[in-house]
């Protein structure tokens, strides 16, 4: 798909720039079809119209990623995996972010295993703006009872909307999760060639996708795969076996490396889907928690750079889960478009009319820092946030994306002259050699701040209470 160009799917196009779709022109929607902002389904006379049906079945084949997208999940929540037709994200992006599972085991006390998948649902942190949760919830039929299994999955039901996957190779386990969560659609873990055709049969009945499971043999597992499409099942994810740390780990990243070439590069059907890892094996050594929990990031981070759209874990510690949660915000932020905040004055604090006003760049990671260490530091101020297109302060400095004019444009649109008194301005260290420029240009006095912004409350203290605020 990264090859496609839009004059080639234009071909596929009524080309009556009709607008009906929303786009400007016919050439318009098939850039917005490259980037998914829009479907072939929004073209009417493409899809209503019967003579183009030849061109729309072409375009349908052309537009169609060569990984199938999944969805897991009904209702408020769902989860969406799969979907990508590329193998670096340079090339276009990656859309949908590997989706992170939290087990709970059916053995669990009634009140433990409760709580457990309210802090799963419950769980989220903000990191540049962006609020980072849980995808979804694995309950495994760890007592071998069907009837503990299917209250555990009650339990989880009514504790939470989150996407849930039923955990068992035993066909009658599956069916009575299957019963109690009929609304839900949940992922059923899994199918092997033992129980390929009561797993399929439930997947039908139910309508749920199915994990196709074969460990360390990639060709069993395609042909495992071609027994599930034989059958009528659709929505296949693909499991290849997680290991320990060790060579067998190392094969496993190879197989999921190799799943992902066969479907994007070699056009191969039975690999074009979803793949998972399952890290919680690190829990299986008998490790004392801190260790396994430690090696379970590690599992989890390599199977996530190796194509992983989905992850069963287990630790529900911040420093096991935050790493993990911060490689996916970065892997799947679109390179082509840096994460931004809304240029525009900012009050940090309670400032008031002689509160210092400092001066950064729109770039989320830029903002964030700096608000954050001026909050640490307890300063009262106004933030003046310049739109440098999300550059942070030193490539906007070289991009000429910083300068004195939008400075200018800044503290004119931002009305920060109406709330203080002073005219003088706190400008970051790298943006020293626009001080001159500022200053002729907006009449206010420059004040060049600290190069690191964990150094501004200091630099308040013993240059602006001083210089500044008289």
Known sequence: MAKVSPLEIYKYLPGLNCKECGSDSCMAF??????????????????????YKDKLEKLIELVTPPVKEIV????????????????????????????????VSDDLPADELAERVARISRFEIERVGQKLRLDGIAIRAKSGDPTKFGEAVVTAVENSYMPLMLCSFDPEHLEVGLEIAIERRPLIYAATNENVDAVAELALKHNSPVVAHSPGDLQDLLELVAKLRSKGVEDIVLDVGTYPLGKKFGECLENMVMLRRLAIENGEKLAGYPIM???????????????????????????????????????MDMFSLLPLLTLRQNIYTDPRVPIQVDAKLY????????????LTTNFALTYYTVASD??????????????????AVEPAMAGAKLTGSLVKEAIEESGVAKKVKH???????????????IEDLTGWEVLVGPLDSSRIPAFIEQKWKSNGKG
């Open 423 to 437: 005219r003088k301005l706190i400008i970051p260290g790298m943006a020293a050699r626009i001080s001159g420029e």
């Open 30 to 51: 098939a850039s917005a079809l490259i980037e998914r902002s829009k479907s072939y389904e929004d073209c009417p006379p493409l899809v209503k119209d019967e003579k």
């Open 347 to 358: 009050e940090i604090g309670k400032p008031d009319e002689n509160s210092p006003v400092l």
């Open 277 to 315: 890892g399952v890290p919680l094996v690190a829990w299986l050594n008998g490790d004392e928690p801190v260790k396994a929990a430690m090696q379970e990031c590690v599992i989890a981070s390599a199977q996530l750079l190796r194509y992983a759209d989905l992850l069963v874990l287990h630790s």
């Open 374 to 391: 001026i909050e640490a530091g307890k300063v009262d101020c106004y933030l003046l946030v310049v739109d440098t297109e999300g550059l």
């Open 72 to 103: 897991i999940g009904a209702g408020e929540r769902t989860c969406t995996i799969g979907g990508e037709e590329v193998m670096y994200r340079h090339e276009l992006t990656f859309f949908n972010p590997t989706a992170l599972f939290i087990d």
